[in-house]
């Protein structure tokens, strides 16, 4: 799915199992680059704790998830998106059964778990830190984004 700027959805859930990395990682990024032109939230099977891993890679590109509130889908006012992008096996089938009935766009992006990478400091924020930019090159290509450069 490739979008122009008029077809752009204007409200994207990410839902992943317990919303502590990979969906607020997601939300942020998104929130950064389109926040003023999309609605962004996140989601997750379960309610997790706040990453200090998925914090300090977020902060590395002047993003701060630092007062992330991980929520689940219960958590949600409504279902009202556009668009719902899963980011865990788990979570997808979740989507996909809450979405049986309703007109939401689904797509399920398999991203690795940063959280299962063991050793030291330095590899496991390595591992972070290339979820961080898989999830942004998908979205960068999902809503078409380019930045304007020096004129």
Known sequence: MKAGIKDRPQSILFACTQNSVRSPMAEALGRHFF???????????????????AIAA???????????????????????????????????HKVLDLTRTLAIEVLYWPTIDPTAVEGSRERML????????????????????????NL
């Open 35 to 53: 926040g003023k032109e999309i609605y962004f939230a996140s989601a997750g099977l379960k309610q997790g704790e706040q990453d200090g891993f």
């Open 126 to 149: 390595e591992a972070y830190r290339g979820t961080r930019d898989g999830l942004l090159e998908r979205i960068e290509k999902l809503l078409d984004y380019r930045p304007m450069g």
């Open 58 to 92: 977020m902060d590395e590109l002047g993003v701060d998830i630092s007062r992330h509130n991980p929520r689940t889908f219960e958590d949600l006012e409504d279902m009202s998106f556009d668009l719902i992008v899963s980011l865990s096996p788990e979570a997808h």
